[in-house]
Every structure is written in structure tokens, then in C-alpha cells.
């Protein structure tokens, strides 16, 4: 193309590529060019920063948004205009990060235009705040009195949330102040002729007879005014008072479908509704298998020699790239002289190494095999090449074969956030996008099987991130909590006296001081242990409550029930492990070896109101663990000889199948 023919480029040659890139969705080009930029010896500008913001918002990277904002002020001494404020404002009220959002239009160092306050009244529809909208709105009829269209997407997020009668209010506010809008219209055709009609509107001759049959719905079927109806999975909501109707779906059992046409109402006898989901879409790097310990092993040992030193709170920063953005990436943060394709030159074999250490999440080979067994098409859809999409999978026993389709960030057009690998999934399922449940761990990935107007579960890989992933319809801690019949699935009948049984692993380590909150704050003493000297370990092991056995070296084996995680409600900064042994000890154990078994789950990690909540939930956790730990698939572990000896296994360890555990 052009730009590759020129022989000399300018600042505002690359610019121009780079914004025309990102607001095409070509994010990932966009970054490259960056770096190629600043090989050249061209600097980067303010203009620059803008089309890499919003590149950033158009595909929802609002970590990546973040560190271009922070670097043009901290690394390049670019000062933010108001344009850049406002593609930060709508980059995080689009990802639902609102509150954040505030804070920064607080901190500006000039005045919020409509421009800002617009970016941010449009998260709120998004997520439907209706509270912080009618403060926004404020704002924006303090600088555009005259614009309609602020006053419309206010009554639309109160219709959204049920609030009929604010936006009521405000359409009458609208009229008492001379703001109108142009009615909406719909068509219709009967009997070859085009009918139009508006919303309220009462011209046709037959209008009462047409209301007055709505009405007669409404008395007959109480749930008519209630329900949020559903159809062409578009959720729509409408009361009864917000007449004339198009279309209205009357019940989730059976569905009665009312069509108003220009002369009268007709009514389709009802159907039973199939079922909604019926395939699913799953992710592997993060979701299915467990790749930041071999991104550590691999990119670390690269970044220290090249003379740099590794930064292990900037790993998340790839979730959910494809390899060029993961590449890119890193390549920027530590300052690396390679291009891009250079990088994965010599990196990409350091990888396909290791895509035999390989581990696969808690849950995830429990979902593969339920949905297999159960007759549900599941799709593999991942960012990576489809060669190393085989060459991970190839490890895991039974996985290629339970797939239906596998589809590789290089057989799209664009990979995530782009919709297109979903419907690429769902193409070659043979099934329609709605029909298709997506599993994510990153919000890239959620962002396209959203796109996709695909129903999805976010299982975020990222800790103390949930906040991030609210465009998800369900968010859940691990696939061990994963519910198939909330979406008209086969449920799992492993649960078994609210616990689940889960492949045993093992760790140890001494008894150290934890944050002095067992026994003075909670009641409940706990046996800390030093995560660092397992810290793989509880990697691969998501937050959440589990059970088993604990052996003291010097007093015997004891029920415990655990929690891994970081406490919401203390809101630790770091993942700890805190072990209850349920027993009544007269004096602590600090510095004793403790072993524990750990074999089953309870729930996953979650905050709490009060003190009062957490205590009586830990109580709770502990009656469970304590009855489950009588049945004989649990009581068996007691006779671990981990429990007994720490050299058996070493001070800290995972444990095999329950098959192996049981031989040795």
C-alpha cells in the first residue's frame, strides 16, 4: 500500500496510519506501528496518543488504555489535553470501570466538556446506572440546554431499569421546556400495503379497540406488566402503559406472541420455548489451562538476559492477547531492541517447550468431560496459532476428540475482542450465535463473544478484577462453579452434601503468623503458611473454600476446612492460604510442620457485608467440611502417608489422581 511504498514518513504519516488503524478495529497493527515509530527516530506526540486511545477504546483495552495515558505524561512529558481525558473517560465507562471514571473528570485539570460528560453519560446506559446518570445529566444540560438526545438516552436508562415513572417525568420535562425529539416510527405490512405507526400514537381509527385488547391482555395474564420480554435476543423492556406494541413475549414457559398490525391485534397460540443454549465456546490459555507459570518461565529468563529486570506485576498485561500484542507488549515495557517479528522469533520455541508442563484449571477437565458426555458441541476458540492450539491440547488426555470445532486467532480476520472467532466457532458448529454460550477468563474475550450477541460466563484470570468484566452475564471465580442448567444445560450430579470432590493435592510447610485477625477478630485461629514456599502451587488453585485433613508433626491429623484467596472483605493484596483446623487446641503451634490433604470444595471466595456475615459463613464452611469428611470418599485421605511423613512427598507438593494417591 501507499504507506509502504513511502520512502520517507513523517509525524503525522504515522499518525494518520495509526488512528485510521484503531478505528477500524486493526488495534494490534496500530501497536506494532508504534514501535516501528520509534525506531525510525520519529517521535511520538500528543496526536499520537490519541489514536492509540482510541484504538484502545474501540476494542475495550482498558489496561492498555491505562499505560498509554500514564507513559505520555511519565515517560514521553506529554502533557493530556482535554481529547485525551475524554477518550480515557469513555474507554473505562464503557468497560463499567465508572466510578473511576468520576475520579478521573475530577482530576482534570481543565473544565469537562459535553464531549466528556456525553462519554460518560453513555456508560451509564451501558450499565444501566441510572443514579449516576441523572447526575450526568445535569452536567450536560448546564453546557447543551437544547440537546435532546442527553434527555432521550436518560429516559431510556430509567425505561432499562425499570423506572417508568422517572422517565415519564422527564419526557413531560422535556415538553414544559420546548425540547422535542422526533418520534419514533415503525412499519408494518398487510395485505401488500406499508402501514406507519409511532410510539403513543392514537390515529387509527381502531386505536381503542387495539388498546383496549392490550388492556384485556394485561388484566388476563398478570405477568403481562412485569416481565422483561425477550425476542430476537434483544432484551426490550415495556410496560403496558408504553402502547402501542410490536411484538411481546408473555411468559417464559410458553410464549404468546401479540403482533399489532395498522387494523388489529393477532395473537399466535403458544409455543414452548427450546432450549436457549445449546453450544458452547471455550477459551484455553487462562480458562481451560493454567499458561501464566509458563509465561513466567519462559519470558522471565529472556527479559533478565537482556539485562532487564522482570517485573511479575506487569504479566497481566497479556491476558488475552494474541501473540503479536503480547509481544508487542513486552517489548515496550522493558524496552527490548527487537522488532516485533524478531521477538517471537526467538521466543515462540522457548514456548512450544514447555507446552507439556502444561496444567489444566481447577474444573476444567470435569466441564470438558460433562458437556462431552452429555452430548453438548463445544468449540476450542482461542487468540493463539491453531498449530500451538494442537500443540497444548496434545497433552490433555481426551480433550482434541471432545471438541466439535477448533478455530485459531490465525484462521480470522482480527482475533479477540473482535467477534469474529466466535462466529467463526459457531459457523463451523453449524448453530446460531445465540444459541452459543461463551467461557472467558479475559475481558478481550468477553468483550467479542458480547460482540457476537453471545450469552457469556466471565471467569476472570485476573485477581480482584471482577469489576472490570460487568458486560458478562455471569461472573464466577472458577469453572468449578460453573452452573450448565442457569442456561438450560445438563447440571452436574457430583455435588455431594454441598461439597464437591476434587483431585487431591497436597502441601506443607511451618506454621507462621498471619495478620493477627484469627482468634482476636474472627474467633476462628488459623494455621497460616508461607504462600512464597508454594506459590506455583496455589497458582494453579483458584480462590474459594475447600476441606481436608491436616497432620502436625508432633500432635496427630485433624479435620480442617480452608480458604485460599485474598479475603475481599479484609481486601488483602496478596493470595494467602489459611487453614482452620477444627479442632479446640489449648495453645498456638508456631514453627510446627503442618501437612495438608486437600480434597474437596465448598464455594468460591466472596465478600461479605458485615463481620458478623463472614464469621457466621466461616462457621457454616466448617459444619460442612466436618460432616463431608465422615463420608468414606473423603475420610479415606486421612491415612495419607503425606500426613504422616513430609518427605514422602516433600514440604510442599500436589498429589496425583485419586487412583495414585490411594497406592502410595
Not at 448546564?142 to 432521550?152: H, M, T
Not at 398487510?190 to 387495539?210: A, E, M, N, Q, T
Given at each position: ?146 440537546n435532546s438526545g442527553n434527555y432521550v438516552m436518560l429516559s431510556n436508562i430509567y425505561s432499562n431499569s425499570g423506572r417508568w415513572e422517572d422517565a415519564a417525568k422527564l419526557r413531560l420535562e422535556m415538553k414544559a421546556k420546548g425540547i ?144 503479536y500484542e503480547a509481544a508487542a507488549v513486552v517489548l515496550e515495557d522493558y524496552g527490548l531492541p527487537y522488532s516485533t517479528e524478531e521477538f517471537l522469533s526467538m521466543i515462540t520455541p522457548m514456548f512450544s517447550e514447555q507446552w507439556c ?308
Amino acid at each position: 500500500m501507499v504507506f509502504q511504498q513511502m520512502l520517507e514518513r513523517d509525524i503525522i504519516v504515522w499518525n494518520a496510519m495509526i488512528m485510521g488503524l484503531g478505528m477500524i478495529g486493526h488495534e494490534k497493527i496500530a501497536f506494532v506501528l508504534v514501535g516501528q515509530m520509534k525506531n525510525s527516530g520519529v517521535k511520538l506526540n500528543d496526536n499520537t496518543f490519541i489514536g492509540l486511545l482510541c484504538s484502545c477504546t474501540h476494542t475495550s483495552l482498558v489496561n492498555d488504555g491505562r499505560r498509554y495515558f500514564h507513559n505520555m505524561t511519565h515517560v514521553y512529558s506529554i502533557s493530556p489535553r482535554i481529547e485525551h481525558y475524554g477518550c480515557m473517560v469513555d474507554l473505562l465507562s464503557r468497560a463499567g470501570l465508572l466510578e473511576e471514571a468520576h475520579q478521573l473528570i475530577g482530576d482534570m485539570p481543565m473544565l469537562a466538556n459535553a464531549v466528556v460528560w456525553g462519554a460518560r453519560l453513555g456508560g451509564c446506559k451501558i450499565h444501566r446506572n441510572a443514579d449516576l446518570a441523572e447526575y450526568v445529566l445535569k452536567q450536560l444540560t448546564r453546557l447543551e440546554p437544547w440537546n435532546s438526545g442527553n434527555y432521550v438516552m436518560l429516559s431510556n436508562i430509567y425505561s432499562n431499569s425499570g423506572r417508568w415513572e422517572d422517565a415519564a417525568k422527564l419526557r413531560l420535562e422535556m415538553k414544559a421546556k420546548g425540547i422535542e425529539k422526533v418520534a419514533a416510527s415503525s412499519w408494518v405490512e398487510l395485505d401488500d400495503k406499508v402501514h406507519k405507526f409511532y410510539v403513543g400514537d392514537d390515529s387509527h381509527p381502531l386505536s381503542d379497540k387495539i388498546y383496549a385488547k392490550l388492556d384485556e391482555l394485561g388484566h388476563g395474564i398478570p405477568s403481562f406488566r412485569s416481565r422483561r420480554f425477550t425476542l430476537a435476543n434483544s432484551a426490550v423492556s415495556l410496560p403496558l402503559s408504553a402502547r402501542p406494541l410490536s411484538f411481546g413475549c408473555v411468559s417464559q414457559i410458553s410464549c404468546l406472541f401479540v403482533a399489532l398490525d395498522s387494523s388489529v391485534v393477532r395473537m399466535a397460540a403458544p409455543k414452548p420455548i427450546s432450549r436457549l443454549i445449546s453450544h458452547v465456546i471455550l477459551d484455553l490459555d487462562g480458562t481451560l489451562l493454567n499458561t501464566d507459570s509458563v509465561v513466567s518461565k519462559v519470558v522471565k529468563p529472556f527479559i533478565l538476559k537482556n539485562g532487564k529486570t522482570w517485573d511479575s506485576k506487569k504479566a497481566h498485561k497479556l491476558v488475552g492477547k494474541t501473540p503479536y500484542e503480547a509481544a508487542a507488549v513486552v517489548l515496550e515495557d522493558y524496552g527490548l531492541p527487537y522488532s516485533t517479528e524478531e521477538f517471537l522469533s526467538m521466543i515462540t520455541p522457548m514456548f512450544s517447550e514447555q507446552w507439556c508442563n502444561l496444567k489444566p484449571l481447577p474444573g476444567a477437565n470435569r466441564l470438558i468431560k460433562h458437556l462431552k458426555t452429555n452430548g453438548v458441541p463445544t468449540a476450542l476458540a482461542s487468540n493463539s496459532p491453531r498449530c500451538n492450539i494442537e500443540a497444548k491440547i496434545f497433552f490433555q488426555q481426551g480433550w482434541k476428540e471432545s471438541f466439535s470445532a477448533i478455530v485459531g486467532g490465525d484462521e480470522v480476520e482480527k482475533g479477540k475482542p473482535s467477534p469474529n472467532i466466535f462466529l467463526e466457532a459457531a459457523k463451523r458448529m453449524n448453530c446460531a450465535p445465540s444459541n452459543c454460550l461463551v467461557i472467558e477468563d479475559s475481558l478481550p474475550g468477553v468483550t467479542g463473544g458480547k460482540a457476537a450477541e453471545m450469552h457469556v460466563i466471565a471467569v476472570p484470570s485476573i485477581p480482584k478484577k471482577t469489576a472490570e468484566f460487568s458486560s458478562a452475564d455471569e461472573v464466577i471465580n472458577s469453572l468449578l462453579d460453573v452452573r450448565p442448567e442457569k442456561w438450560g444445560l445438563p447440571p452436574f450430579n457430583d455435588w455431594i452434601e454441598g461439597t464437591l470432590p476434587i483431585e487431591p493435592w497436597f502441601i506443607g510447610g511451618p506454621v507462621i503468623k498471619g495478620f493477627g485477625r484469627g482468634s482476636k477478630v474472627l474467633g476462628i485461629p488459623t494455621a497460616n503458611l508461607p504462600a512464597e514456599n508454594f506459590s506455583d502451587v496455589v497458582s494453579e488453585h483458584t480462590s474459594g473454600v475447600y476441606f481436608g485433613w491436616a497432620g502436625l508433626s508432633t500432635r496427630g491429623i485433624y479435620k480442617m476446612v480452608m480458604s485460599i484467596g485474598w479475603n475481599p472483605y479484609f481486601d488483602n493484596t496478596e493470595k494467602t492460604v489459611e487453614p482452620w483446623l477444627l479442632h479446640n487446641f489449648g495453645e498456638d503451634f508456631y514453627g510446627e510442620e503442618v501437612r495438608l490433604a486437600i480434597v474437596g470444595y465448598i464455594r468460591p471466595e466472596a465478600n461479605f457485608p458485615s463481620l458478623e456475615s463472614l464469621i457466621e459463613r466461616i462457621h457454616e464452611d466448617g459444619r460442612v467440611a466436618e460432616k463431608a469428611l465422615d463420608l468414606p470418599m473423603y475420610a479415606k485421605y486421612k491415612d495419607s502417608p503425606y500426613l504422616r511423613n513430609p518427605s514422602k512427598h516433600g514440604s510442599s507438593t500436589t498429589g496425583g489422581t485419586q487412583s495414585e494417591m490411594d497406592s502410595k
